[in-house]
C-alpha cells in the first residue's frame, strides 16, 4: 500500500531520510555516529548524560573482554544503530504502550504495536547491515549481542544512575557489568571513537570513506 506523502525526517548532515522504506544508499556511518553521540539513554534519568554512542563504545568493550569474534564485534557495533533515526525508547516507555494498547484494543490491539514496532526496527536494521555490508544476525548472534547490551546497561546503572528502588528483571540482574568503572566521553570524542571502530570493523564504512568526497559535517 503506497503512502499518499513520504514519510521522511531530515539528517543531522540535512539529507531527506525515508522512515517508511529506508535503504542502504541513505546510510552514512560518520552521520550515525555523531546523532548516536547527541541521543541520551534513560529518557534523562541519569546523573549525568549517557549517549547512545557511549552506551555503544560501553558495549563494544564488553564484546573485547568477552572474546567475541569480529563479526560479534562488528553485530555490537551496529545493535543501536537504527535509533539515528527512530530514537531511543527506553524499555519501560516501550512496555507502558504495549500495556495502554492492550487496555484499549485487547491483546490483538498489543500485539498489533508490537509487531509495527518489531518491523520498523527491522527494515532499518536492514538497510544499516546492507550498508555496513554484513549479513543479519543469527538467532544466537542475536543473544551474545543482547548479553553485551545488558552488560553495557548494568555498567551504566552502577556507574551513571541513581541506586534503584527496585529491581530491574530477573534477566537484567543476572547479568554482572564490566568490572572497571566506566568514563563518559563528550559527544565530539564519542562519535570520533565509534567512527573510527565502524571503519575497523564495518567493510561498508570502509569502503563508503574512501569514495567520493565525504558529506561536509554542519555544527550543531
Known sequence: MSLPHRVWEQSR????????????????FAEIADQLSLINRYVGASTVAVSVANHTLIAFRAAERAGATERERALVLLHDAHESRIGDKATPVKSM????ARQMFGLAGEDTLRQVMAEVERRHDAAIYAAAGIAPPSEAERAFVKHCDI??????RRDFLARPPMPWGADIEAVPALSSRQRLLPPPTASLELHALFLSHLP?????????????????
Do not use: M
Open 204 to 220: 561498508g564504512a570502509r569502503a563508503q570513506s574512501a569514495r567520493a568526497a565525504p558529506i561536509t559535517q554542519r555544527s550543531a
Open 97 to 100: 504502550e504495549f500495556a495502554v
Open 151 to 156: 552488560v553495557a546497561l548494568n555498567t551504566e
Open 13 to 28: 548532515y540535512g539529507r531527506a531520510l525515508d522512515l517508511v522504506e529506508p535503504h542502504a544508499e541513505q546510510v552514512n
